[in-house]
C-alpha cells in the first residue's frame, strides 16, 4: 500500500525557516517525480515545487522561488522543502503527491497523495 | 505562465444528472490535462490523467475529453458520493490547478 506522511509542520514567525519531511513507502521511490502542492484555508490547490525521479529537474512557482528548495533522499525514501524567510501568504496545509512518472513534465497528474501538514505563518 | 479557468465555478444538480465541467488553458497544452475530485477534509484524488485516460479504481461514469486548450469533464450519472469540488491541472510546463468547481446537491 503506497503511504505518504507528511512532517514538520507548525506555527512559525514571519521572516523565519521550516522544513517539511515527507516519508515514502508501498512503492519504489527513485522510479516517480514528487510534488509538493499546497492549499490555504478555504480556497483552491497551488503547486509549489517538483522534482524529478533523480533530482535533475527541480521546478518551483513563482510565489516560493528563491524562497522555497525541494530535495529527496532516494536512499531514505524521502522528500523534503526547505521553507526560508516565509510570510503569511505561506499559510497552507502542505501535500506531498507522487507522480505517474519519473519526469517533471509527461503526461500524467498526481496518483497519490499524502494527508498534509499545516503550515501557519503568524506572529 | 499558463493559466487554467474552470467554468461552471460551483453548481447544483441531483443524483443521476449528467454533469459537466469545462478547462481552458491560456494556451495550448496539448493532452497534458489532469482532473482531481476532492472532498472537504480529504486529499485531492486524481481520477482522469493526460486528458482522457482513466484513472484505476475510478468509476467509469467519469470520463475526459479535449486538447489543446479546450477541456471537459463528465460524470455520466451523479452519484451520492460524487458531490465534491473538482479541480483540472495542467503538466505541460510548469504545473498549475485551475480554481475548482464545487458541485453540490440542488
Known amino acids: 500500500e503506497v503511504q505518504l506522511v507528511e512532517s514538520g509542520g507548525g506555527l512559525v514567525q514571519p521572516g523565519r525557516s521550516l522544513r517539511l519531511s515527507c516519508a515514502a513507502s508501498?512503492?519504489?521511490?527513485?522510479?516517480?517525480?514528487m510534488h509538493w502542492v499546497r492549499q490555504a484555508p478555504g480556497k483552491g490547490l497551488e503547486w509549489v515545487s517538483g522534482i524529478s525521479w533523480n533530482s535533475g529537474s527541480i521546478g518551483y512557482a513563482d510565489s516560493v522561488k528563491g524562497r522555497f528548495t525541494i530535495s529527496r533522499d532516494n536512499a531514505k525514501n524521502s522528500l523534503y522543502l526547505q521553507m526560508n524567510s516565509l510570510r503569511a501568504e505561506d499559510t497552507a496545509l502542505y501535500y506531498c503527491?507522487?507522480?505517474?512518472?519519473?519526469?517533471?513534465?509527461?503526461?500524467?497528474?498526481?496518483?497519490?497523495w499524502g494527508q498534509g501538514t499545516l503550515v501557519t505563518v503568524s506572529s | 505562465d499558463i493559466q487554467m479557468t474552470q467554468s461552471p465555478s460551483s453548481l447544483s444538480a441531483s443524483v443521476g444528472d449528467r454533469v459537466t465541467i469545462t478547462c481552458r488553458a491560456s494556451q495550448s497544452i496539448s493532452s497534458y490535462l489532469n482532473w482531481y475530485q476532492q472532498k472537504p477534509g480529504k486529499a485531492p484524488k486524481l481520477l482522469i490523467y493526460a486528458a482522457s485516460s482513466l484513472q484505476s479504481g475510478v468509476p467509469s461514469r467519469f470520463s475526459g475529453s479535449g486538447s489543446g486548450t479546450d477541456f471537459t469533464l463528465t460524470i455520466s450519472s451523479l452519484q451520492p458520493e460524487d458531490f465534491a469540488t473538482y479541480y483540472c491541472q495542467q503538466s505541460y510546463s510548469t504545473p498549475g490547478f485551475g480554481p475548482g468547481t464545487k458541485v453540490d446537491i440542488k
Open positions: 508501498g512503492f519504489t521511490f527513485d522510479d516517480y517525480a
Open positions: 503527491a507522487k507522480d505517474l512518472g519519473p519526469l517533471l513534465r509527461q503526461r500524467g497528474g498526481f496518483d497519490y
